[in-house]
């Protein structure tokens, strides 16, 4: 399968600043354990639809062979720490729509409030934002670069309930 930088570097976009090599390992970045463990207590997690084998958060679990953006999410709660590359938007877009099919989505990202998949599916459809304090330290990289975000997607979030009020 082809990567999700397209063949370019990741974050800033701009080869050598954060550089390919860079960017490739940040894919693979793992969540920090205490933020992990805080949220698999308050919702019980039972899918991460984008690891490895060693690097899996749930018994269920979808690496880059199977694919996890082909997957059903839709009967899990699933915990979603995506490839921080230019595909990103995907598995953004990939939340939402697995949301409205049933799923619960907790998704840790970089909180870059600027790009057009936070406009057009967090700002409008996510039940919750919330922006950490500080900078993550991620297993496999050092301090991240970026400001990080939790959001929450959920069946019926705010717009879909907002829209099926007829006044
Ligand atoms: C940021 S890491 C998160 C790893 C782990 N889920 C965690 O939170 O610690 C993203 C993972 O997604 C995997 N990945 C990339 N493309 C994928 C795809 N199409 N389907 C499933 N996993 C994929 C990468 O190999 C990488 O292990």
């Given at each position: ?5 397209g063949?370019?570097?990741?974050f ?6 954060f550089?390919?090599s860079g960017?490739?390992?940040?894919n ?10 805080k ?6 997690f ?8 060693e ?12 694919d ?5 999410w ?7 720490n ?16 697995e ?16 790009t057009?998949?936070?406009h ?12 950490l ?16 975000a939790?959001v ?13 009020v007829?006044?």
């Amino acid at each position: 399968m082809k990567d999700d930088l397209g063949g370019k570097s990741g974050f800033f976009g701009k080869p050598g600043s954060f550089g390919l090599s860079g960017s490739m390992k940040s894919n693979e970045w793992t969540t920090p354990t205490d933020v992990f463990d805080k949220l698999n207590k308050a919702y019980d997690f039972t899918l991460d639809p984008c690891c490895t084998k060693e690097s899996a958060l749930c018994e269920k679990f979808y690496t880059i062979e199977e694919d996890g953006l082909q997957q059903d999410w839709s009967k899990d709660v699933v915990f979603m720490n995506p490839p921080y590359g230019r595909g990103i938007n995907k598995w953004i877009e990939k939340a939402y729509l697995e949301s409205r099919m049933g799923a619960v989505v907790v998704c840790l990202i970089p909180a870059r409030v600027d790009t057009r998949y936070w406009h057009d599916y967090i700002f409008p459809y996510a039940r919750q934002i919330t922006f950490l304090k500080g900078r993550l330290k991620f297993g496999g990289g050092g301090n991240a670069p970026f400001p990080s975000a939790i959001v929450e997607f959920k069946p019926h979030s705010r717009k879909q309930l907002w829209n099926e009020v007829k006044i």
